[in-house]
């Protein structure tokens, strides 16, 4: 891990370290300020006492973030296009991510501070959106050329989806539950239990499903949101010190193999399809391939990128033999070949099993630059542990007494939860970003609507408002913080 600062000027390290603290503050943040949702039922039903909850949801959201693999982390960071990727250098980069951190940061604390169950993802996949489209501004490309709109388009549904989803899964558990338990004791609230029942706690097999839906609730907290931090440090670290990162330096022969065959096998499918590619996909034979990648992916120059790949990988066995800027040439080529590949899949010209193919071949193009070290897991599985153990008492009692005109129901709180669990599980599988306070937040709604308890209008009001503003605000703020430190920094 200590050796990425070896050589570096100490401007550039003072800032790679500033640039890695404060992705680890906005995970910290993301704990406290998020695993506020996933316990807030459990707390308030009295199923596990405030302190036992918060240090177990840590662990769960540790745990979350080091098994939750990092297909979510590239999702966020292909919001950005590919020849922006292509082209981080180490001052865009650092402006790109501390506008990004900052708007981040100042957005999740305001929205904690007044006990707001406002969401940290829309919050950074906000940020990341100004600063595509505020770079594309100023490098002088189209608007929709600034952001990879057909990334932006999958997120967004997701974001939308799921809490409509989580409304409406919640509200129909809880329907179940009535229909199938009716009269009981699960379809009172603390308050009353204590009252008509003289006790504190929920019945037996209502707080262990409380409890471990609380707990599921976190760890999948942490494979979705841990990743986002994950990400965001990759991007740090391919922008300042690319030598080290750019591919995998832990990737074994039989992994640069596959890259290796992938290209070939790309290469094959590309020229067998010709005909049906034609109009779409201009396929030349290479003129020389020893030289440097354009600053741009040209579709055209999709044989020369291949044949590129396939001389500099050639008996190669760990991507270290490799000199510094042919691994970066070699992280050019395969992220181009990955894009130029996901546009022929979109176009649905190419027949069943060579689509099929052809994603296949997409995975192990990509297998040696999407991944992260394990340091870097680590760290941020760390930070958002510890941020989850702390400042969670803001939302509770907004998620527990202020969405629904009457208190939560110990029904009501595993439905909201279940819902959150099965909701963010399958954008797990799907490598989607979604927020764990909209699906949480809008289950409790779905269970008091269903209960036929109402909503408090104003509580809702101010959580939809939030919602509504995370994005332009935040678009908003990292466009002009980024344009700023561009202009003033000149880079």
Not at 229 to 250: H, N, R, S, T, Y
Not at 336 to 347: F, M, S
Not at 442 to 471: D, E, K, P, Q, Y
Request: proline residues 5%; aromatic residues 8%.
């Amino acid at each position: 891990m200590f050796d990425l600062f070896s050589g570096l000027p100490l401007a550039v390290g003072f800032s790679l370290v500033l640039a890695l603290t404060l992705v680890l503050v906005f995970e910290f943040i993301n704990g406290f300020h998020d695993t506020a949702n996933a316990v807030a039922t459990v707390i308030y039903t009295k199923a596990m006492p405030p302190h036992l909850a918060v240090f177990f949801s840590g662990i769960c959201n540790f745990l979350g973030v080091l098994l939750g693999g990092v297909g979510v982390a590239y999702a966020i960071v292909h919001l950005l296009p590919v020849d922006l990727l292509l082209n981080l250098e180490s001052g865009r980069s650092l402006a790109m991510v501390f506008s990004m951190l900052v708007t981040a940061i100042a957005w999740n604390l305001g929205t904690w501070y007044f006990g707001i169950p406002a969401s940290s993802s829309h919050t950074l996949i906000g940020a990341i959106l100004g600063v595509g489209l505020a770079n594309g501004l100023l490098t002088g490309l189209p608007i929709g050329a600034g952001i990879n709109w057909g990334k932006a388009m999958d997120i967004g549904l997701s974001l939308v989806i799921s809490p409509l989803a989580g409304f409406v899964m919640a509200a129909l558990l809880l329907l179940g539950l009535k229909k199938l338990f009716t009269g009981s004791k699960m379809h009172k609230t603390p308050e009353e239990r204590r009252a008509i029942d003289n006790k504190k706690h929920p019945p037996f097999w209502n707080r262990l499903v409380l409890v471990l839906s609380a707990m599921s609730v976190s760890f999948v907290h942490g494979s979705n949101d841990g990743q986002k931090g994950i990400g965001l440090v990759m991007l740090v670290l391919i922008g300042i010190v690319p030598a080290k990162f750019v591919l995998d330096p832990a990737s074994t022969p039989y992994q640069i193999q596959r890259t290796y065959d992938a290209a070939a096998h790309l290469n094959d499918l590309y020229l067998r399809n010709e005909a049906l590619l034609r109009g779409h996909l201009t396929l030349k034979r290479p003129v020389n391939a020893d030289l440097p990648p354009a600053p741009r992916c040209d579709p055209q120059d999709t044989l020369s990128a291949v044949q590129a790949v396939r001389r500099s990988l050639d008996g190669v066995r760990a991507y270290e033999d490799l000199p510094p800027d042919v691994r970066g040439r070699v992280r050019r080529h395969l992220l181009c070949l990955d894009d130029t590949a996901r546009k022929v899949i979109n176009l649905n010209v190419l027949p069943a099993g060579e689509t099929a193919d052809l994603k296949r071949l997409r995975a192990d193009l990509s297998a040696t630059t999407e991944y992260a070290p394990l340091w870097v897991i680590a760290a941020v599985a760390l930070a958002l542990g510890m941020g989850t153990m702390v400042g969670w008492r803001r939302v509770v009692r907004t998620v527990g007494e202020k969405i629904g005109k009457q208190g939560m129901t110990y029904a009501q709180g595993m439905s909201a939860q279940i819902t959150a669990v099965a909701a963010i599980g399958v954008a797990n599988a799907f490598s989607l970003p979604v927020s764990t306070t909209q699906v949480l937040s809008s289950g409790v709604a779905g269970a008091m609507v269903a209960n036929r308890s109402g909503l408090h209008n104003g509580t809702v009001r101010t959580i939809l408002l939030a919602w509504l503003l995370t994005f332009p605000a935040s678009m908003l703020l990292s466009s002009g913080l980024f344009t700023l430190a561009v202009l003033l920094l000149g880079v």
